[in-house]
Each structure stands twice: as C-alpha cells, then as structure tokens.
C-alpha cells in the first residue's frame, strides 16, 4: 500500500472505517473521557451497541458503492474502536502515528495488519512528548492545518489532545509545508464550548468551501484567516448547538460527494445548493460519543 493525502476532499480510493462491534458498552463515569458521552452516562442516553453498528455499517455501505477500497480494525474485545481517525493520519506518502490519550492507545494494534503493507520508510512515530490525533490535523495542500491548545493548564484538560511540542514536530518533518496551528476552546464539561478536534469546529469542502464554528476557536485572528482563506460566502457557519450535533464532521469521497448526517437539514440544503451530492446516514447514536462521520474514518489513499 501506497499512502497518498494531500486533502480532505479528492476523490477517496482507500480508507479505514471505524467497528462499533465488542465497544464495551457505557463506561463508568470516571472512565469517560468526553463531556457528550459523559453527559449522555449521566442522563441514562448513553448509546447502544447494536444501534451503533447499524449506523456505521451504512457509512460502509456507502463508501463500497462509490468504489472505495474499505478497510476495518480487527476487533479487540470490548473496545471503543468508532473513531479510526484519532489513531493515525497520512499527509503526501507518509502515515504517521498518532500519540493518542492512553485510553485509546489499544486502538493502532488493530490496524497493524494493514499498516505492515506500507514500506518502513514511509512510517513515522512522533517522540513520546508530542501528542497529536488525527481528528486535529488536515493536510491542505502546501498547509498542514492543526488543532491544538496552546494554554498553560493543557494537562488539566483530557479533551486537548494535541500540544505544541506536535505542532513543532510536523513543521520539521515537513519543511516544504507550512504548519498552520488553530488555538482551540476546551471544556471537560460543556460540550457546546468544547472544539475536541479541529474537525469539530471546521472542515474543508468541495473545490473551495469551509464549515466553521467560530466559538471552537480562542484566537479570533486565527478563525479571520481560515474565513478569509476561503471567502466570507464560501463558509457556512455553524452555530454552539450545531457543533454540538457534529455538523463540521461530515466526510467527503469527493468534492462532488458527502456523507452527512441526515438530521442536518440546514447544511445538507447548503451542500445541495453548492452542487455538492450529499449521501445520507443516520448518525445519532455514535454522536453521542462527540464524534462523527469524519471522526469514524482515516483515508489512506485520495486521488
Ligand atoms: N476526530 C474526532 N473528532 N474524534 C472524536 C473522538 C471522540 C471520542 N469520544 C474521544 O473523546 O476521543
């Protein structure tokens, strides 16, 4: 296998779904590191396996009708593995490691299967001090855009995931590529205020479009750069509650094609307006898990 990313929305070849199968059910309180899932263990609302399973084997559905090669991690008994995303990214020829919350770190493992068919020299493991997760980083052609948190109280929150040291890091592995890091709002217990990923507030799409959340960002300058990147009319803006649904998580197989979630109207309505074909899935259960369609997939190869 040859991995190959050089942006969020060229036609997908290749690309690893998430398993809802053996997650563990609803953890203790204590264990949850989210403030959706926490909120919906609180609440009695936590998610169902089976109602999981439905709903991410859809998105496989999809994906093998547009021709997508797909890949899914070996299950591991009774583990959370929805979010493919977190665990790895490819930007150009080169799949990199993610240094994940030790709660997840299980996770890779799962995927060694496939990653032993990518020669040696086109893995990369970051030092141990840097954390990263996919769902904060976007290869976006000569940029590598990166969600992280830049305060002093970093290790108080388990919902930033990725520090500066990572940020630093990429900037060295790719010195041709401008790494261009957003400061973003964390909250341990609000998810409304909680840009857990960059993906989370943002998403490119189509040929030059943007989703955006402006509240997920904590430096204004930085979400007036990502607006003025793509043009004030090319972004559609999402408000708290529609971050909180997911909404900048969508996930393309092209930029002509979408899976989004079918309860969001307002931005399926947009897509269509744009041109842009949106394939619908049911996704309210795993959101529950603050994390969506683009959170359950880590492409491997796009056109
Ligand atoms: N790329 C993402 N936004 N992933 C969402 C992961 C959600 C998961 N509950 C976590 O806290 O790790």
Not at 137 to 161: C, K, L, N, Q, W
Request: hydrophobic share 35%.
């Amino acid at each position: 296998m040859k991995p190959q990313i050089i942006n969020e929305t060229s036609r997908l070849k290749s690309v690893i779904l998430g398993v809802a199968n053996s997650n563990g059910g609803e953890p203790d309180l204590e264990d949850a590191y989210d403030p959706k899932s926490i909120k919906h263990i609180k609440e009695g609302t936590y998610p169902e396996e089976k109602d999981m399973v439905e709903e991410i084997e859809a998105v496989a559905f999809i994906l093998k009708k547009h021709n997508v090669e797909v890949f899914r991690p070996q299950v591991i008994k009774g583990y959370n593995q929805i979010f493919s995303r977190d665990i790895g990214f490819v930007i150009d020829n080169k799949f990199v490691f993610a240094n994940i919350l030790p709660d997840r770190e299980k996770e890779i493992e799962a995927i060694d299967f496939v990653l032993d068919t990518i020669d040696d020299d086109q893995k990369i493991k970051l030092p141990e001090q840097c954390h990263i997760e996919g769902g904060d980083v976007m290869p976006h052609g000569d940029y590598i855009f990166v969600g992280t948190y830049r305060g002093e109280d970093y290790s108080s929150f388990i919902t930033a995931r990725t520090n500066v040291e990572a940020v630093d890091e990429l900037q060295k592995l790719f010195p041709q590529k401008t790494v261009k890091s957003f400061n973003l709002r964390k909250s341990n217990t609000d998810p409304k205020s909680n840009a857990l990923h960059l993906d989370c507030c943002f998403q490119p799409i189509g040929d030059n479009f943007a989703i955006i959340h402006k509240h997920g960002f904590l430096e204004e300058e930085e979400y007036n750069w990502l607006v003025n990147l793509y043009g004030k009319d090319q972004v559609f803006e999402i408000d708290a509650q529609e971050m909180y649904d997911m909404n900048s998580n969508i996930f393309s197989i092209s930029e002509k094609v979408v899976i989004s979630d079918v309860y969001f109207k307002r931005l399926n309505a947009w897509l269509t307006s744009k041109g842009i074909q949106v394939e619908t899935v049911d996704y309210r259960e795993i959101a529950k898990q603050e994390g969506l369609l683009r959170c359950s997939t880590l492409p491997l190869i796009r056109e």
